[in-house]
């Protein structure tokens, strides 16, 4: 039997992030390929939406890139209106994808 330790993405990922409008599109894209699987299994549309909860956002949408080892997240009425219409510091969305990249993930202790 196999033991499992919690790990932040960030160990095993990078993000980039971007915006439109209210709308964030966030990416997540594994360092190693064998990590891949682990971002497909447990980082669902549903999760990413939990964790964005606080900031009162719209649908989620996940598109997985298996031949590039990454997904991107579409994430609507996320940004308070957006750069133009926020008084939000990060209007942009830009440092968004350091939240996605605490979320932690169950990986096998080797």
């Given amino acids: 039997m196999a033991n499992f330790m919690q790990v932040p993405l960030h160990q095993i990922a990078h993000s980039r992030a971007g915006d439109k ?7 997540l894209i594994s360092y190693e390929k064998d990590h891949f699987n682990v971002l497909v299994e447990q980082v669902s ?7 964005f909860a606080h900031r009162r956002c719209g649908e989620v949408r996940r ?3 298996p031949k590039v080892g990454a997904m991107n997240c579409v994430i609507d009425d996320v940004l308070e209106g957006g750069v133009n219409g926020s008084l939000n510091l990060d209007g942009h969305g830009k440092s968004l994808s350091f939240l996605l990249l605490g979320l932690t993930v169950s990986m096998p202790v080797s």
């Fill in 45 to 51: 549309a549903e999760r990413v939406k939990e964790l």
């Fill in 63 to 65: 598109y997985v890139l």
């Fill in 21 to 27: 409008g209210n709308r964030l599109n966030v990416s």
